[in-house]
């Protein structure tokens, strides 16, 4: 049943989608990566009932030795600013810095080189309790963007996200995703903005979780899924040109737009979970070739293709899949809780429709799920979000820049709303 019978409930149900994203997100933080859950529940006392601070060391990261080589003398020449890591880029190999930290073992869950104990620091190391991520913190550059202008407009977009990223200060997690890293790899040499978005086909993880989290923001200007759609995949190819991404928003964005007019939450997850065909390999099946390979980046490239583009001849049963399996048997075996969305998708519409689309269940069984639980939670954050007319308080104003936050959801939804925003 739809509730229109109020122009509010629109509006309600518009914020608490965005609440949901950063709820999603600071909920999730503290676990990110971890992909033993197990070393959730050790570390954090039975598991993450509230806010926490990430805590260091982090048993699994492999952050250190990322890497980052833009085209120094390039951008010098061309005047582009090149440097994005600034205070965090003793973590990285850089074309213009030293890594202060070396890596000599092995990790067991992924296979992934890493540091000794005592410098395997968090990705998200020296945040608060409740702040948000770097990821998170682009979707407030998107809604500023939009707030600043009084519509979206790309270009308006893309010049704040090169500003925040190369502005000293801007930015305190530590943890840059790969595309934004190659985004200012082929920035640096002099490509044109809107060209510097690399290809899924040439680094396999530019079809990740990140790539939908600000597409599916930006969809919700529009008065329809139809035209939400269309929006949503200009925004994507800005910083991620994936064909994974790109299907996953075919089913996201129409979702978002049928909970959003407050369609029954069960049904429409499970009707939509029908259009979704899952990989044929299975999360058990992708970590331990992980660990065969000492790394996924040692995987040859059309295996990596091949795992990632293969998918089921049957659509997802989602309601027969929660009669039939536990929990653990879904998260890490059935489906892997890395970046991908040909996993993360049907993980998350696994945690939305178990869990009766309740806001805070559904957001902690996401955060205590590990692995890639930070961007699929704000994807999760922004569905329960719209499902519901009400957020708990506290996890409002748990979030260290409630004030903050509340100012420019207030004014996005406003340009959303107006019917003038595209």
Sequence with gaps: ??????????????????????????????????????????????????????????????????????????????????????????????????????STEREKAHGNAVPGLADRYHYHYGLEAGENTLAAQLVRVLMRSVIRSGRYEPSTFIQDFIAHMTTPGKNRDPYCEIYIRRWFENYSTGLPSYYCAELQRNVWSIGSHGGVIRPLIISMIATSSYQGLGLAIEHQNLTHR?????????????????????????KTVSDYARHVYPPQVTGKQLFQSYRDHQGPGNIPRRTMWDFHTHLADEPYELDRLITEKSGSEVVNNLFATACYPEHGLPLLLYFLRSHNARVESTLLANANSGGDNVHRGMILGLLVGAANMEIPVHLKQGLTAFDELQIEIDSFCDIALSGKAI
Excluded: C
């Design 1 to 102: 049943m739809k509730d229109n019978s109020l122009p509010t409930a629109s509006r309600v149900r518009l914020q608490n989608s965005l609440w949901g994203l950063f709820i999603g997100d600071a909920l999730a933080m503290p676990a990110h990566w971890y992909y033993r859950v197990e070393n959730i529940r050790e570390i954090f006392d039975g598991g993450i009932r509230n806010y926490s601070a990430p805590p260091h060391p982090h048993l699994e990261s492999f952050m250190v030795g990322m890497a980052y080589h833009p085209d120094v003398e390039a951008a010098k020449r061309l005047g582009r600013p090149f440097d994005i890591l600034h205070e965090h880029a003793r973590f990285y190999h850089t074309s213009y810095s030293a890594l202060a930290i070396r």
């Design 242 to 266: 994936s064909e994974n991404v790109t299907s996953a928003l075919g089913v996201l964005v129409p979702l978002l737009h049928d909970l959003l007019v407050g369609d029954d939450p069960n």
